[in-house]
């Protein structure tokens, strides 16, 4: 076993640029607590992996499916209420509300997708945006059970430390985002819902006239997606301790867009660059909001990524791997950018 896994990592790591990148950049993250002791340096990484998993699903569900989402926000208040109401009312602890919290939000996923089986590009998108303000209204209706505008405080740490904070939510988008890679990689041997979900992208009806259940797939994405924005939800609520409609808003979907948008979209590591890169900096440089970059973050963000479409469009961290990589034309095995031939086949890459 040990011997697989080392020459999976020598031939398959190793010489691909990328791979190799994000390697280091995940050991990078878990040493970063043994450099620096700031707490504020340790909430900020801890945002980012939580928003790192919310944006890697959004990328799952509307990246690899086409099924655009506007409400992506929807599953991660859900969970992040499912989780507050838990432990106010029946005063369960973390342990307990962050995996019922993230099936509610599955469960929601499922509800929402029924209605919008038969709905495509704008109308889908346009029926996903009116989810989250529909929950908006309930939360504001039923003030004395959720809080209202107040929303829910007081909730439990996840743990004790700073640090051990840090890790546990580290450890939760590491395992995540690498089940969220697999389930979505065309070209895995044991699971094929990444095929799948690029035929319904690339062409539904094609995919349909193939014998492909479309509809299962479609239901399947939104479940798959609901569960991690649902997680990172429940995440998000016991690091803050308070849960309050701001989970719910549309700009904290719009967000998600933006940086998988920066990143690159249908990668899954291009969301992960784009919640480092973009929430990262401004939020050291914003200063905890005190700074003009703190105030006015949505505005710069999406004047970064009007500037990348205009240059960029396919993504950062795509652009980045274009320039670093090269695919085998006959093999179709990742090079390094500098080989000329390929290490697989020999076949020539200029």
């Known amino acids: 076993m040990l011997r697989r896994l080392f020459r999976d990592f020598r031939f398959g790591v190793l010489p691909v640029p990328g791979r190799l990148i994000a390697i280091i950049f995940f050991v990078a993250l878990f040493i970063i607590p043994l ?8 909430f900020i990484i801890t945002i980012a992996n939580i928003l790192v998993i919310f944006a890697v699903s959004w990328d799952l569900l509307s990246g690899y499916t086409g099924l655009i989402n506007f409400g992506h926000a929807l599953f991660f208040g859900v969970g992040a209420y499912s989780v507050a109401l838990l432990n106010k009312y029946l005063g369960w602890q973390p ?12 469960g929601f996923g499922v509800l929402t997708c029924i209605p919008a089986l038969r709905l495509r590009g704008p109308y889908l998108s346009l029926l996903t945006l009116s989810f989250p303000l529909m929950l908006l209204g309930l939360v504001m209706t039923f003030k004395d059970v959720t809080g209202g505008e107040y929303g829910i405080s007081g909730l ?5 430390t700073y640090t051990s904070r840090y890790y546990i939510v580290l450890l939760v988008m590491t395992v995540s985002v690498l089940i969220m890679w697999k389930l979505t990689d065309a070209g895995s041997k044991y699971i094929r819902t990444g095929l799948i979900f690029h ?6 009806i094609a ?6 259940n479309t509809i299962r797939y479609k239901i399947l994405a939104f479940a798959i997606g609901g569960f991690f924005a649902g ?11 308070t849960v309050g409609v701001s989970t719910l808003l549309m700009t904290l979907s719009f967000q998600a867009i933006i940086f998988v948008i ?12 784009g919640v480092y890169t973009l929430y990262t900096l401004i939020q050291i440089l914003g200063v905890g909001g005190t700074t003009f970059v703190g105030r006015h973050q949505t505005i710069i963000m999406a004047v970064v990524v009007i500037l990348i479409l205009l240059f960029m469009p396919e993504g950062v961290a795509v652009w980045i791997r274009d320039k670093i990589e090269r695919e085998c034309p006959r093999c179709k095995l990742t090079n390094g950018a500098w080989r000329r031939e390929c ?7 200029r």
Request: charged share 10%; with cysteine; hydrophobic share 50%.
């Open 199 to 204: 035929a319904i992208r690339e062409d539904e």
């Open 95 to 106: 342990w307990a509300t962050i995996p019922v919290g993230s099936l509610v939000a599955t």
């Open 156 to 160: 439990p740490y996840l743990a004790n």
């Open 35 to 42: 450099i620096t002791g700031s707490r504020y340096y340790l």
């Open 231 to 241: 997680l990172a939800g429940t995440l998000y609520a016991h690091i803050l301790l």
């Open 207 to 212: 995919a349909r006239a193939l014998g492909i």
């Open 343 to 349: 290490r697989a086949c020999s076949a020539p890459l």
């Open 262 to 273: 920066f990143g690159g979209v249908v990668s899954i590591y291009g969301a992960v660059v």
